[in-house]
C-alpha cells in the first residue's frame, strides 16, 4: 500500500522505472491508493510539481496527465465512476530527460474534489534508484553511479594535508606568522579604539564577552586605522587591508579603514579559542577581488528574516562583501511597493485560494495551503530596512534584484490583477499605468521553467512606470535605513525564445523604429532601464547569457554566466562582477564537476551550471581565450586540457550549496530546505581556501582508471541488475483500471475560479 501523509485521504507511491524508456524519455510509475473510508467522487483532479515535461499520449489508459503551467501538473481519470475505499490505481507514463534522484521527482500533491474541496496531500514516497536502467541517465551514459564504490574510488586519492600547511585561517591570509608562545584575551580585556571605529568596537566587545576572564593576564586590545602595506591589492578592496599583531602585552588591529579593521576581529575570531587562548604572531592580510559574494533566492523559496540575518553573520565571518539579494522571480515577489499593494497580494502568496483572493499557484512542491507554503512571505519595510542596516554593520553591500523582463510571472500577473480591479472601478487611466503585459498577445513561448506567460511586454510605456515607481521605493528604503545604495539588479536573464513575436504592440514599436529582429526590442528595454536608474543616480547591473547581450553598456556592472562561449565572452572588456572563473575553481578543486549533455563531447560545466560562480574584481579588464585564475593562487594559468573525470548532474546540484559553501569557505546557513533547487550561490572567497585535494596527475589518472572500470562493470553487470526489484515489505497492490466511458474532463483548472492563477 503506499504511503500518506497523516490524515490524507490518499496515499502515493512514485517510482522511476527505466531512464532507457527511449531516446531522452524516462518511464515513470504512480500508485494512488485510496485510503479513506469514503468513496471519491467522480471528477477529481490530482495536481502536482514536476520539473520533467510529461509526453503527451504516453499515460496509461483510462487517465490523462495535463501541464498546467510552470511546473504544475493535472491528472485525471476518465469515466464517471467513483474511487472506492481501498482501490488502487498504477498509472504509468513517460516524461523528458531522465530522473537519477530524490530531487527530479515529483512533490506536493493536492487533490481537488468534485466539490470544490482542497487536500493536501504531501509529497509521495519516493521507491529507491536501485536498478541499473534506474541510474543511468540513458543509453551511453559513460558516467559511473554515484555509489559508496564510487565515492570510495573517488576518496582514495585525496589526501589531508599536514596541520601546519592547512593555517589557522578561513579564508587563507596573504601573510600569517605565528610562534609557539600564548597570550590570553578574556571578557575582561580592555578595548581602546579610535574615532569612527565604534561600531567594530562593539562587534569585538561582543567577541570578548563570550569568553572566561583572564584575570590579570588579559591583555588589551587597540583597534586603529592607518596605512597596509600590500602590493597587488585591487584598489576598490583597498580599505579592506588590515594587519593583525598579537604581541604578549597587547593585541593591535589595524585596518586601512574601518572595514579592514572589522576584517581583522574576523581573522581573531577565528584564532582564539573558547578559553581565550591566542598564539602570538603576525596577520598581514587583503582581498584578491572587491566583490565577493553570495546570492540568495529568495523567490522561489522564502527565507524569514532571521534567516537573512544569520546567513549575513556567516557572510561577515569569512569576510565576504556582497549580499545578491534575489527578490523576485515567476514564482514570487519579496519586497512591498506602496503604489502597488497587488505586488504582495498576489505575488507574496502561493498555493490555491478558497476565498476567491488571487494568488500564485503551488511550486517546486510548495502545496495548495497558502499558509503553510514555502512559496508565500514576503519582507515588511522594517523588515527589509532591519536587513539592510544588519548588513550595513557587517560592510556588507545589499544588492537588490528585480527580474525582468523574463522570470516576471509574479509582477505580470499581480498588475493583471490591478488593471482588472481598477478597470472595474472605472479607473481606465489607473488600470493602464503599470500594465505590464499585451492583452493581444498571441507569442507562443517556453522558459526553462516550463512558463507560458512570464515575460513582460517591453512595448509599453506602462513598463517605464513601473521599474521606476520599483526603483524609487528601493531608493526610499535605502535611504530610511541610512544605507547607500549604489546599483540595482536587474535580471535580464532566461527569456525564451518566441517571446513578443505575436505582440502587435512590439511589432508596432519594432516598425516605428525599422527594427527586424526582436533582439532590438531587448536591447532598447535595457537602455530604458539603465537610463531610469541613471536618473536616480544608480548603477544597472544584469545577468547576460551570452556575449550579445554584453554589447550595451561597458560602464555596467554584468553578472556573467555564459552558456556557451565562455572564452570569447571573457575576451571582452566588461565591467564584470561574476565569471566563469568558477571553472577553474571546480577543476582544481572537485575534479568530477562535468556537464551531462552530449555524452561523447564531455563539455566542462559553466559556472552557472556547477552552481558556483566565482568573483573577479568590480573593474575593467579582460581575460584572453583559455585563462582562468587558479584556485590555491591568484596567478593566471592556461588551462587547455584539464585531466578530470566528469559526474552527475545530481552531484553538481549537490554541489551548488556544498561545493559553493568551501570555495566560500562559509558554513550552510540555516536557510529553508529547498526541495528541489538550492535558492543560495556563493560567488567566491575572500581569497583562497585552506581545504586542498590531491589534482595531480597521477591521482587523476587513476580516478580516470577507476571510473571507466567501474562503468564498464556495470554495463557487464547489467542484465542481471535489470530483474533486481527493490526490496518491500509491503504486499504488491495489483491496478484497478476502469473502462473510460467518457471523454477527460476540460482542462480549465477548478482553482482558477475560486482565486488560484496558473
Same mark, same amino acid.
Given at each position: 500500500? +503506499?504511503?500518506?501523509?497523516?490524515?490524507?485521504?490518499?496515499?502515493?507511491?512514485?517510482?522511476?522505472?527505466?531512464?532507457?524508456?527511449?531516446?531522452?524519455?524516462?518511464?515513470?510509475?504512480?500508485?494512488?491508493?485510496?485510503?479513506?473510508?469514503?468513496?471519491?467522487?467522480?471528477?477529481?483532479?490530482?495536481?502536482?510539481?514536476?520539473?520533467?515535461?510529461?509526453?503527451?499520449?504516453?499515460?496509461?489508459?483510462?487517465?490523462?496527465?495535463?501541464?498546467?503551467?510552470?511546473?504544475?501538473?493535472?491528472?485525471?481519470?476518465?469515466?464517471? %465512476?467513483?474511487?472506492?475505499?481501498?482501490?488502487?490505481?498504477?498509472?504509468?507514463?513517460?516524461?523528458?530527460?531522465?530522473? !537519477?534522484?530524490?530531487?527530479?521527482?515529483?512533490?506536493?500533491?493536492? $487533490?481537488?474534489?468534485?466539490?470544490?474541496?482542497?487536500?493536501?496531500?504531501?509529497?509521495?514516497?519516493?521507491?529507491?534508484?536501485?536498478?541499473?536502467?534506474?541510474?543511468?541517465?540513458?543509453?551511453?551514459?559513460?558516467?559511473?553511479?554515484?555509489?559508496?564504490? &564510487?565515492?570510495?574510488?573517488?576518496?582514495?586519492?585525496?589526501?589531508?594535508? +599536514?596541520?601546519?600547511?592547512?593555517?589557522?585561517?578561513?579564508?587563507?591570509?596573504?601573510?600569517?606568522?605565528?610562534?609557539?608562545?600564548?597570550?590570553?584575551?578574556?571578557?575582561?580585556?580592555?578595548?581602546?579604539?579610535?574615532?569612527?571605529?565604534?561600531?567594530?568596537?562593539?562587534?569585538?566587545?561582543?567577541?570578548?564577552?563570550?569568553?572566561?576572564?583572564? #584575570?590579570?593576564?588579559?591583555? +588589551?586590545?587597540?583597534?586603529?586605522?592607518?596605512?597596509?602595506?600590500?602590493?597587488?591589492?585591487?584598489?576598490?578592496?583597498?580599505?579592506?587591508?588590515?594587519?593583525?599583531?598579537?604581541?604578549?602585552?597587547?593585541?593591535?588591529?589595524?585596518?586601512?579603514? %574601518?572595514?579592514?579593521?572589522?576584517?581583522?576581529?574576523?581573522?581573531?575570531?577565528?584564532?582564539?579559542?573558547?578559553?581565550?587562548? $591566542?598564539?602570538?604572531?603576525?596577520? $598581514?592580510?587583503?582581498?584578491?577581488?572587491?566583490?565577493?559574494?553570495?546570492?540568495?533566492?529568495?523567490?522561489?523559496?522564502?527565507?524569514?528574516?532571521?534567516?537573512?540575518?544569520?546567513?549575513?553573520?556567516?557572510?561577515?565571518?569569512?569576510?565576504?562583501?556582497?549580499?545578491?539579494?534575489?527578490?523576485?522571480?515567476?514564482?514570487?515577489?519579496?519586497? +512591498?511597493?506602496?503604489?502597488?499593494?497587488?505586488?504582495?497580494?498576489?505575488?507574496?502568496?502561493?498555493?490555491?485560494?478558497?476565498?476567491?483572493?488571487?494568488?500564485?499557484?503551488?511550486?517546486?512542491?510548495?502545496?495548495?495551503?497558502?499558509?503553510?507554503?514555502?512559496?508565500?512571505?514576503?519582507?515588511?519595510?522594517?523588515? =527589509?530596512?532591519?536587513?539592510?542596516?544588519?548588513?550595513?554593520?557587517?560592510?556588507?553591500?545589499?544588492?537588490?534584484?528585480?527580474?525582468?523582463?523574463?522570470?516576471?510571472?509574479?509582477?505580470?500577473?499581480?498588475?493583471?490583477?490591478?488593471?482588472?480591479?481598477?478597470?472595474?472601478?472605472?479607473?481606465?487611466?489607473?488600470?493602464?499605468?503599470?500594465?505590464?503585459?499585451?492583452?493581444?498577445?498571441?507569442?507562443?513561448?517556453? /522558459?526553462?521553467?516550463?512558463?507560458?506567460?512570464?515575460?513582460?511586454?517591453?512595448?509599453?510605456?506602462?513598463?517605464?512606470? =513601473?521599474?521606476?515607481?520599483?526603483?524609487?521605493?528601493?531608493?526610499?528604503?535605502?535611504?530610511?535605513?541610512?544605507?547607500?545604495?549604489?546599483?540595482?539588479?536587474?535580471?535580464?536573464?532566461?527569456?525564451?525564445?518566441?517571446?513578443?513575436?505575436?505582440?502587435?504592440?512590439?511589432?508596432?514599436?519594432?516598425?516605428?523604429?525599422?527594427?527586424?529582429?526582436?533582439?532590438?526590442?531587448?536591447?532598447?528595454?535595457?537602455?530604458?532601464?539603465?537610463? !531610469?536608474?541613471?536618473?536616480?543616480?544608480?548603477?544597472?547591473?544584469?545577468?547576460?547569457?551570452?556575449? /550579445?547581450?554584453?554589447?550595451?553598456?561597458?560602464?555596467?556592472?554584468?553578472?556573467?554566466?555564459?552558456?556557451?562561449?565562455?572564452?570569447?565572452?571573457?575576451?571582452?572588456?566588461?565591467?564584470?562582477?561574476?565569471?566563469? &572563473?568558477?571553472?577553474?575553481?571546480?577543476?582544481?578543486?572537485?575534479?568530477?564537476?562535468?556537464?551531462?549533455?552530449?555524452?561523447?563531447?564531455?563539455?566542462?560545466?559553466?559556472?552557472?551550471?556547477?552552481?558556483?560562480?566565482?568573483?573577479?574584481?568590480?573593474?575593467?579588464?579582460?581575460?584572453?581565450?583559455?585563462?582562468?585564475?587558479?584556485?590555491?593562487?591568484?596567478?593566471?594559468?592556461?588551462?587547455?586540457?584539464?585531466?578530470?573525470?566528469? #559526474?552527475?548532474?545530481?552531484?553538481?546540484?549537490?554541489?551548488?550549496?556544498?561545493?559553493?559553501?568551501?570555495?566560500? #569557505?562559509?558554513?550552510?546557513?540555516?536557510?529553508?530546505?529547498?526541495?528541489?533547487?538550492?535558492?543560495?550561490?556563493?560567488?567566491?572567497?575572500?581569497?583562497?581556501?585552506?581545504?586542498?585535494?590531491? #589534482?595531480?596527475?597521477?591521482?587523476?589518472?587513476?580516478?580516470?582508471?577507476?571510473?571507466?572500470?567501474?562503468?564498464?562493470?556495470?554495463?557487464?553487470?547489467?542484465?542481471?541488475?535489470? /530483474?533486481?526489484?527493490?526490496?518491500?515489505?509491503?504486499?504488491?497492490?495489483?491496478?484497478?483500471?476502469?473502462?473510460?466511458?467518457?471523454?477527460?474532463?476540460?482542462?480549465?483548472?477548478?482553482?482558477?475560479?475560486?482565486?488560484?492563477?496558473?
Amino acid at each position: 500500500m +503506499p504511503t500518506t501523509q497523516a490524515g490524507a485521504p490518499v496515499a502515493i507511491d512514485w517510482e522511476c522505472l527505466s531512464n532507457l524508456a527511449g531516446d531522452g524519455v524516462f518511464a515513470a510509475r504512480l500508485a494512488l491508493a485510496n485510503i479513506s473510508a469514503h468513496a471519491i467522487a467522480p471528477g477529481w483532479q490530482l495536481y502536482f510539481n514536476a520539473c520533467r515535461k510529461v509526453i503527451p499520449g504516453s499515460v496509461s489508459a483510462g487517465f490523462a496527465i495535463e501541464h498546467v503551467n510552470g511546473d504544475l501538473f493535472r491528472l485525471t481519470a476518465q469515466g464517471d %465512476a467513483p474511487w472506492a475505499p481501498g482501490e488502487v490505481f498504477e498509472i504509468g507514463y513517460r516524461a523528458q530527460f531522465w530522473v !537519477i534522484s530524490l530531487t527530479d521527482a515529483p512533490l506536493g500533491f493536492y $487533490l481537488l474534489t468534485q466539490e470544490g474541496g482542497v487536500i493536501d496531500l504531501g509529497d509521495p514516497r519516493i521507491l529507491l534508484f536501485a536498478r541499473f536502467e534506474q541510474r543511468m541517465r540513458h543509453g551511453e551514459d559513460r558516467v559511473p553511479p554515484d555509489d559508496a564504490a &564510487q565515492r570510495h574510488a573517488d576518496n582514495a586519492a585525496v589526501h589531508l594535508l +599536514p596541520q601546519a600547511l592547512v593555517g589557522r585561517i578561513t579564508p587563507r591570509p596573504l601573510s600569517a606568522r605565528f610562534g609557539t608562545d600564548l597570550c590570553r584575551l578574556g571578557c575582561d580585556s580592555a578595548v581602546a579604539h579610535e574615532p569612527g571605529l565604534a561600531r567594530e568596537a562593539a562587534f569585538l566587545r561582543a567577541l570578548l564577552d563570550t569568553l572566561p576572564p583572564a #584575570c590579570a593576564g588579559a591583555v +588589551p586590545v587597540m583597534l586603529e586605522t592607518g596605512p597596509v602595506a600590500l602590493d597587488g591589492v585591487p584598489q576598490e578592496a583597498a580599505g579592506e587591508a588590515y594587519l593583525l599583531d598579537i604581541a604578549s602585552d597587547g593585541v593591535r588591529l589595524r585596518g586601512a579603514a %574601518a572595514h579592514g579593521v572589522f576584517n581583522a576581529i574576523q581573522t581573531l575570531r577565528q584564532l582564539v579559542d573558547i578559553d581565550g587562548r $591566542l598564539p602570538l604572531g603576525r596577520v $598581514l592580510d587583503a582581498p584578491r577581488f572587491a566583490h565577493r559574494g553570495m546570492m540568495l533566492d529568495v523567490a522561489r523559496h522564502f527565507a524569514d528574516v532571521e534567516t537573512v540575518l544569520r546567513l549575513l553573520d556567516c557572510m561577515a565571518s569569512y569576510k565576504l562583501n556582497r549580499f545578491h539579494f534575489h527578490l523576485t522571480d515567476d514564482e514570487g515577489w519579496r519586497l +512591498p511597493v506602496t503604489a502597488l499593494p497587488e505586488l504582495i497580494e498576489v505575488g507574496a502568496r502561493r498555493g490555491v485560494s478558497l476565498d476567491g483572493s488571487p494568488c500564485l499557484p503551488p511550486s517546486f512542491g510548495s502545496g495548495a495551503d497558502i499558509g503553510a507554503s514555502a512559496g508565500t512571505g514576503h519582507y515588511s519595510h522594517a523588515d =527589509f530596512i532591519a536587513i539592510l542596516r544588519h548588513a550595513h554593520a557587517r560592510h556588507i553591500e545589499v544588492i537588490p534584484e528585480f527580474n525582468l523582463p523574463g522570470h516576471a510571472r509574479a509582477a505580470v500577473l499581480a498588475m493583471r490583477v490591478r488593471h482588472d480591479r481598477l478597470l472595474a472601478q472605472g479607473d481606465l487611466e489607473g488600470a493602464l499605468a503599470c500594465r505590464l503585459d499585451d492583452p493581444d498577445d498571441t507569442s507562443t513561448y517556453e /522558459s526553462v521553467q516550463l512558463w507560458r506567460d512570464n515575460v513582460i511586454c517591453i512595448a509599453l510605456p506602462s513598463v517605464d512606470r =513601473f521599474v521606476d515607481t520599483v526603483v524609487a521605493e528601493v531608493k526610499e528604503l535605502y535611504g530610511r535605513a541610512g544605507v547607500p545604495l549604489r546599483a540595482i539588479h536587474m535580471g535580464g536573464d532566461e527569456v525564451p525564445s518566441g517571446a513578443w513575436l505575436g505582440s502587435p504592440l512590439c511589432r508596432a514599436r519594432m516598425e516605428e523604429r525599422g527594427w527586424v529582429d526582436v533582439a532590438e526590442l531587448r536591447t532598447d528595454f535595457v537602455a530604458r532601464c539603465r537610463a !531610469i536608474l541613471q536618473r536616480h543616480g544608480l548603477q544597472f547591473a544584469g545577468t547576460a547569457l551570452r556575449q /550579445s547581450a554584453l554589447q550595451l553598456a561597458p560602464d555596467r556592472i554584468a553578472t556573467l554566466l555564459p552558456l556557451t562561449g565562455a572564452a570569447s565572452n571573457l575576451a571582452e572588456n566588461f565591467s564584470i562582477a561574476s565569471t566563469p &572563473q568558477a571553472l577553474a575553481r571546480v577543476v582544481s578543486q572537485r575534479p568530477r564537476c562535468w556537464r551531462p549533455s552530449a555524452p561523447r563531447a564531455r563539455r566542462p560545466m559553466s559556472a552557472c551550471q556547477a552552481g558556483l560562480s566565482s568573483i573577479a574584481s568590480s573593474r575593467r579588464f579582460a581575460l584572453p581565450s583559455g585563462v582562468a585564475i587558479s584556485h590555491h593562487q591568484s596567478s593566471l594559468r592556461s588551462v587547455e586540457k584539464p585531466m578530470v573525470v566528469p #559526474c552527475r548532474f545530481r552531484r553538481a546540484r549537490r554541489m551548488r550549496s556544498a561545493w559553493a559553501s568551501r570555495t566560500a #569557505c562559509s558554513p550552510s546557513p540555516g536557510v529553508r530546505r529547498s526541495t528541489r533547487y538550492q535558492s543560495m550561490r556563493a560567488e567566491v572567497g575572500h581569497s583562497s581556501g585552506s581545504m586542498r585535494i590531491d #589534482c595531480s596527475q597521477a591521482a587523476r589518472t587513476s580516478r580516470v582508471r577507476d571510473s571507466a572500470s567501474s562503468a564498464a562493470s556495470l554495463r557487464t553487470a547489467s542484465s542481471p541488475l535489470r /530483474s533486481v526489484e527493490p526490496r518491500n515489505s509491503r504486499p504488491v497492490m495489483r491496478p484497478v483500471m476502469r473502462p473510460s466511458t467518457k471523454a477527460t474532463r476540460p482542462s480549465s483548472m477548478r482553482a482558477r475560479s475560486s482565486g488560484s492563477i496558473a
